[in-house]
Protein backbone atom coordinates (compact mmCIF):
# COMPACT_ATOMS: atom_id res chain seq x y z
CA UNK A 1 0.00 0.00 0.00
CA UNK A 2 0.88 3.85 -0.21
CA UNK A 3 3.77 5.39 1.99
CA UNK A 4 2.58 9.16 2.87
CA UNK A 5 4.88 12.10 3.77
CA UNK A 6 3.09 14.47 6.21
CA UNK A 7 5.11 17.37 7.94
CA UNK A 8 4.44 19.15 10.75
CA UNK A 9 5.06 23.02 11.26
CA UNK A 10 4.40 24.73 14.09
CA UNK A 11 1.80 22.82 16.06
CA UNK A 12 -0.31 21.29 12.77
CA UNK A 13 0.63 19.08 9.82
CA UNK A 14 1.37 20.59 6.33
CA UNK A 15 -2.13 21.22 4.93
CA UNK A 16 -0.83 20.16 1.19
CA UNK A 17 0.26 16.44 3.26
CA UNK A 18 -3.39 16.06 5.05
CA UNK A 19 -5.13 16.48 1.03
CA UNK A 20 -3.18 13.42 -0.17
CA UNK A 21 -3.59 12.20 3.28
CA UNK A 22 -6.93 12.50 2.84
CA UNK A 23 -7.50 10.98 -0.92
CA UNK A 24 -5.51 7.74 0.26
CA UNK A 25 -7.72 6.97 3.09
CA UNK A 26 -10.70 7.33 1.24
CA UNK A 27 -9.51 5.17 -1.17
CA UNK A 28 -8.68 2.39 1.44
CA UNK A 29 -11.09 0.50 3.29
CA UNK A 30 -11.95 0.98 7.13
CA UNK A 31 -9.83 -2.51 7.15
CA UNK A 32 -6.78 -1.42 6.04
CA UNK A 33 -5.04 -0.13 8.81
CA UNK A 34 -2.96 2.59 9.57
CA UNK A 35 0.70 2.93 10.99
CA UNK A 36 2.45 6.29 11.97
CA UNK A 37 6.53 6.49 11.99
CA UNK A 38 8.28 9.01 14.19
CA UNK A 39 11.63 10.19 13.94
CA UNK A 40 13.85 12.04 16.55
CA UNK A 41 16.42 14.35 17.75
CA UNK A 42 18.67 15.51 14.93
CA UNK A 43 16.27 15.34 11.76
CA UNK A 44 14.03 18.51 10.22
CA UNK A 45 11.84 17.66 6.79
CA UNK A 46 12.63 21.22 5.56
CA UNK A 47 16.56 21.01 6.01
CA UNK A 48 17.79 18.82 2.49
CA UNK A 49 21.23 17.25 4.89
CA UNK A 50 18.64 15.77 7.71
CA UNK A 51 15.80 15.34 6.16
CA UNK A 52 14.12 11.88 7.42
CA UNK A 53 12.46 11.13 4.15
CA UNK A 54 15.72 10.87 2.90
CA UNK A 55 17.24 8.99 5.95
CA UNK A 56 15.42 6.68 7.79
CA UNK A 57 11.55 7.91 6.86
CA UNK A 58 12.31 7.25 3.24
CA UNK A 59 11.55 4.41 1.13
CA UNK A 60 14.99 3.29 0.56
CA UNK A 61 17.08 4.87 3.55
CA UNK A 62 19.96 6.58 3.09
CA UNK A 63 23.55 7.64 4.03
CA UNK A 64 25.46 5.21 6.52
CA UNK A 65 23.26 3.22 8.18
CA UNK A 66 20.49 5.41 8.04
CA UNK A 67 17.56 2.03 7.49
CA UNK A 68 14.50 2.44 5.75
CA UNK A 69 11.69 2.06 8.54
CA UNK A 70 8.72 1.66 6.05
CA UNK A 71 10.75 -0.97 3.93
CA UNK A 72 11.75 -2.95 7.16
CA UNK A 73 8.74 -2.77 8.35
CA UNK A 74 6.82 -4.32 5.08
CA UNK A 75 5.69 -0.82 3.61
CA UNK A 76 6.55 -0.83 -0.75
CA UNK A 77 5.13 1.78 -2.95
CA UNK A 78 1.86 -0.49 -4.48
CA UNK A 79 2.10 -3.47 -1.49
CA UNK A 80 2.51 -4.19 2.23
CA UNK A 81 0.72 -4.07 5.58
CA UNK A 82 -1.97 -1.30 4.95
CA UNK A 83 -1.38 2.62 4.77
CA UNK A 84 1.93 4.38 6.40
CA UNK A 85 2.38 7.58 7.35
CA UNK A 86 5.66 9.00 7.44
CA UNK A 87 5.85 11.86 10.23
CA UNK A 88 8.26 14.74 10.07
CA UNK A 89 9.24 17.34 12.67
CA UNK A 90 11.79 19.98 13.33
CA UNK A 91 13.94 18.51 15.64
CA UNK A 92 17.62 20.39 15.23
CA UNK A 93 19.07 22.46 17.29
CA UNK A 94 20.01 21.47 21.08
CA UNK A 95 18.61 19.26 22.65
CA UNK A 96 16.34 21.80 24.73
CA UNK A 97 15.59 23.23 21.62
CA UNK A 98 14.17 19.74 20.07
CA UNK A 99 12.88 18.95 23.38
CA UNK A 100 10.22 22.30 23.32
CA UNK A 101 9.44 21.52 19.81
CA UNK A 102 8.35 17.69 20.74
CA UNK A 103 5.52 19.70 22.64
CA UNK A 104 4.74 21.59 19.81
CA UNK A 105 5.00 18.50 17.65
CA UNK A 106 2.75 16.72 20.18
CA UNK A 107 0.06 18.89 19.54
CA UNK A 108 0.17 18.50 16.05
CA UNK A 109 0.00 14.81 16.38
CA UNK A 110 -3.25 14.92 18.93
CA UNK A 111 -4.56 16.65 16.48
CA UNK A 112 -3.58 14.90 13.83
CA UNK A 113 -5.12 11.30 15.39
CA UNK A 114 -8.29 12.76 16.37
CA UNK A 115 -9.19 13.56 12.34
CA UNK A 116 -7.86 10.28 11.94
CA UNK A 117 -9.88 8.67 14.59
CA UNK A 118 -12.94 10.71 13.46
CA UNK A 119 -13.04 9.96 9.64
CA UNK A 120 -12.47 6.60 9.96
CA UNK A 121 -13.97 5.25 13.66
CA UNK A 122 -12.91 1.83 12.83
CA UNK A 123 -9.65 1.68 11.45
CA UNK A 124 -6.73 0.15 13.36
CA UNK A 125 -4.07 2.98 13.62
CA UNK A 126 -0.68 2.44 15.19
CA UNK A 127 2.44 4.29 15.91
CA UNK A 128 6.05 3.93 15.87
CA UNK A 129 8.72 6.14 17.15
CA UNK A 130 12.45 6.78 17.92
CA UNK A 131 13.86 8.81 20.96
CA UNK A 132 11.92 12.05 21.20
CA UNK A 133 9.71 10.78 18.35
CA UNK A 134 8.21 8.22 21.27
CA UNK A 135 7.88 11.44 23.79
CA UNK A 136 5.53 13.27 20.78
CA UNK A 137 3.32 10.19 21.05
CA UNK A 138 2.89 9.76 25.03
CA UNK A 139 2.60 13.69 25.04
CA UNK A 140 0.01 13.54 22.44
CA UNK A 141 -2.49 10.55 24.49
CA UNK A 142 -4.34 12.95 26.59
CA UNK A 143 -5.32 15.21 24.25
CA UNK A 144 -7.32 12.35 21.80
CA UNK A 145 -10.19 10.59 22.09
CA UNK A 146 -10.01 6.85 23.48
CA UNK A 147 -9.63 4.14 20.74
CA UNK A 148 -7.84 6.99 18.05
CA UNK A 149 -4.06 4.79 19.01
CA UNK A 150 -4.53 1.15 19.29
CA UNK A 151 -0.77 0.29 19.88
CA UNK A 152 2.90 1.86 20.11
CA UNK A 153 6.38 0.58 19.86
CA UNK A 154 8.47 3.00 21.97
CA UNK A 155 12.54 2.96 20.86
CA UNK A 156 14.60 4.32 23.37
CA UNK A 157 12.37 6.57 24.34
CA UNK A 158 13.71 10.32 25.78
CA UNK A 159 10.76 10.38 27.98
CA UNK A 160 10.03 10.64 31.35
CA UNK A 161 8.15 8.34 33.52
CA UNK A 162 5.82 11.05 35.16
CA UNK A 163 4.91 12.16 31.47
CA UNK A 164 4.13 8.52 30.15
CA UNK A 165 1.82 7.90 33.90
CA UNK A 166 -0.06 11.13 32.72
CA UNK A 167 -0.22 9.11 29.06
CA UNK A 168 -1.15 6.10 30.75
CA UNK A 169 -3.95 7.44 32.83
CA UNK A 170 -6.11 9.50 29.84
CA UNK A 171 -8.83 7.71 28.39
CA UNK A 172 -6.72 7.16 24.73
CA UNK A 173 -3.74 6.00 26.71
CA UNK A 174 -5.98 3.50 28.88
CA UNK A 175 -7.05 2.06 25.68
CA UNK A 176 -4.17 1.41 23.99
CA UNK A 177 -1.10 -0.99 24.24
CA UNK A 178 2.80 -0.35 24.49
CA UNK A 179 5.73 -1.64 24.37
CA UNK A 180 8.49 0.34 25.69
CA UNK A 181 11.95 -1.02 24.01
CA UNK A 182 14.86 -0.18 25.99
CA UNK A 183 19.01 -0.95 26.29
CA UNK A 184 21.38 -0.34 28.83
CA UNK A 185 23.26 0.62 25.57
CA UNK A 186 21.37 3.85 25.88
CA UNK A 187 22.13 4.29 29.58
CA UNK A 188 24.07 7.41 28.89
CA UNK A 189 21.96 9.02 27.07
CA UNK A 190 18.89 8.43 29.36
CA UNK A 191 21.46 9.88 31.89
CA UNK A 192 22.33 12.95 30.23
CA UNK A 193 18.54 13.36 29.80
CA UNK A 194 17.63 13.18 33.57
CA UNK A 195 20.56 15.77 33.71
CA UNK A 196 20.06 18.75 31.17
CA UNK A 197 16.06 18.39 30.79
CA UNK A 198 12.90 19.97 32.96
CA UNK A 199 10.68 17.08 34.18
CA UNK A 200 13.16 14.52 35.24
CA UNK A 201 13.02 13.93 38.39
CA UNK A 202 10.91 10.95 37.84
CA UNK A 203 13.44 9.12 36.07
CA UNK A 204 13.68 8.46 32.38
CA UNK A 205 12.08 5.60 31.10
CA UNK A 206 14.63 3.98 29.51
CA UNK A 207 14.87 2.03 32.75
CA UNK A 208 11.24 1.02 32.50
CA UNK A 209 7.93 2.61 33.66
CA UNK A 210 9.28 1.60 37.48
CA UNK A 211 5.13 0.23 37.96
CA UNK A 212 2.87 -1.60 36.62
CA UNK A 213 0.54 -1.18 33.84
CA UNK A 214 -1.89 -3.75 32.41
CA UNK A 215 -0.97 -2.33 28.60
CA UNK A 216 2.64 -1.44 28.68
CA UNK A 217 5.65 -3.55 28.70
CA UNK A 218 9.60 -3.02 29.04
CA UNK A 219 11.30 -5.04 26.73
CA UNK A 220 14.95 -4.81 27.44
CA UNK A 221 16.73 -5.46 24.01
CA UNK A 222 19.87 -6.69 25.40
CA UNK A 223 18.95 -8.73 28.43
CA UNK A 224 20.18 -12.04 27.18
CA UNK A 225 16.84 -13.58 28.60
CA UNK A 226 15.13 -10.95 26.30
CA UNK A 227 16.98 -12.18 23.46
CA UNK A 228 16.39 -15.99 24.29
CA UNK A 229 12.56 -15.41 24.98
CA UNK A 230 12.39 -13.89 21.23
CA UNK A 231 13.54 -16.34 20.07
CA UNK A 232 11.59 -18.75 21.46
CA UNK A 233 8.51 -16.88 19.70
CA UNK A 234 10.36 -16.43 16.42
CA UNK A 235 12.01 -13.64 16.91
CA UNK A 236 15.86 -14.04 16.55
CA UNK A 237 17.56 -10.96 17.37
CA UNK A 238 21.75 -9.78 16.86
CA UNK A 239 22.90 -9.82 20.39
CA UNK A 240 23.92 -5.90 21.28
CA UNK A 241 27.87 -4.88 19.61
CA UNK A 242 28.61 -1.72 21.35
CA UNK A 243 28.53 -0.24 24.48
CA UNK A 244 26.74 2.70 23.89
CA UNK A 245 24.40 3.38 21.21
CA UNK A 246 21.10 5.27 20.97
CA UNK A 247 20.16 3.81 17.52
CA UNK A 248 20.59 0.19 18.50
CA UNK A 249 16.63 -0.12 18.89
CA UNK A 250 15.93 -0.04 15.02
CA UNK A 251 19.77 -1.16 13.99
CA UNK A 252 19.79 -4.27 15.97
CA UNK A 253 19.45 -6.96 13.24
CA UNK A 254 16.37 -9.41 13.61
CA UNK A 255 14.17 -6.30 15.52
CA UNK A 256 12.06 -4.97 12.23
CA UNK A 257 10.30 -8.76 12.13
CA UNK A 258 9.31 -8.44 16.06
CA UNK A 259 7.75 -4.45 15.15
CA UNK A 260 6.17 -5.82 12.14
CA UNK A 261 4.48 -8.12 14.07
CA UNK A 262 3.43 -6.09 17.18
CA UNK A 263 2.21 -3.37 15.17
CA UNK A 264 0.64 -5.51 12.03
CA UNK A 265 -0.64 -8.90 13.61
CA UNK A 266 -2.49 -8.35 16.82
CA UNK A 267 -3.95 -11.08 16.99
CA UNK A 268 -0.75 -13.29 16.24
CA UNK A 269 1.16 -10.87 18.90
CA UNK A 270 -0.82 -9.74 21.85
CA UNK A 271 0.92 -8.15 24.57
CA UNK A 272 0.18 -11.15 26.78
CA UNK A 273 1.87 -13.67 25.02
CA UNK A 274 5.18 -11.30 24.39
CA UNK A 275 4.79 -10.50 28.36
CA UNK A 276 5.24 -14.26 29.22
CA UNK A 277 8.54 -14.48 27.28
CA UNK A 278 10.28 -11.68 28.57
CA UNK A 279 11.72 -11.10 32.11
CA UNK A 280 9.76 -8.90 34.76
CA UNK A 281 12.64 -6.84 35.64
CA UNK A 282 15.43 -4.93 33.61
CA UNK A 283 19.27 -5.37 34.26
CA UNK A 284 20.72 -1.99 36.52
CA UNK A 285 21.69 0.82 34.77
CA UNK A 286 25.35 0.82 33.67
CA UNK A 287 25.84 -2.53 33.46
CA UNK A 288 26.15 -2.61 30.06
CA UNK A 289 29.06 0.43 30.55
CA UNK A 290 30.88 -0.87 32.98
CA UNK A 291 31.15 -4.91 32.25
CA UNK A 292 34.35 -6.52 32.28
CA UNK A 293 35.71 -6.96 28.96
CA UNK A 294 35.78 -10.78 27.29
CA UNK A 295 39.04 -12.12 27.37
CA UNK A 296 39.85 -15.21 25.39
CA UNK A 297 42.92 -16.38 27.69
CA UNK A 298 45.34 -19.19 26.02
CA UNK A 299 44.55 -21.25 29.47
CA UNK A 300 47.18 -24.43 29.19
CA UNK A 301 43.59 -26.91 30.33
CA UNK A 302 41.75 -25.72 26.99
CA UNK A 303 41.29 -28.44 24.81
CA UNK A 304 44.16 -28.48 22.05
CA UNK A 305 46.07 -25.95 24.26
CA UNK A 306 49.93 -26.70 23.39
CA UNK A 307 52.31 -26.49 27.04
Given at each position: ?????????????????????????????????????????????????????????????????????????????????????????????????AHATSSDAAEAFAWLLTRLHLR??????????????????????????????????????????????????????????????????????????????????????????????????????DHPEVIRGLARLGFPVGPPARR???????RRPGVFALYRALLTDPVLMPLE???????????????????????????????????
Open positions: MTILRVDIRGDRPVPADLSRLDAALDAAPERVPLTLMLHGFRYAPDDPRHNPHDHILGPVGGPGRSLSWPRHLGFREGRGPGLAIALGWYARGTIWDSPRRRIVAIGHSLGARVILRALPGVPPGALSRAVLLSAAAFRAETQAALDSPAGAAAGFVNVTSRENDLFDAMLEMMLPGSASGSIGHGLGTYAPNWIDLQLICHWSAYLLAEALPTTQEPRWTRLLALPWVNWPLPFRRGASS
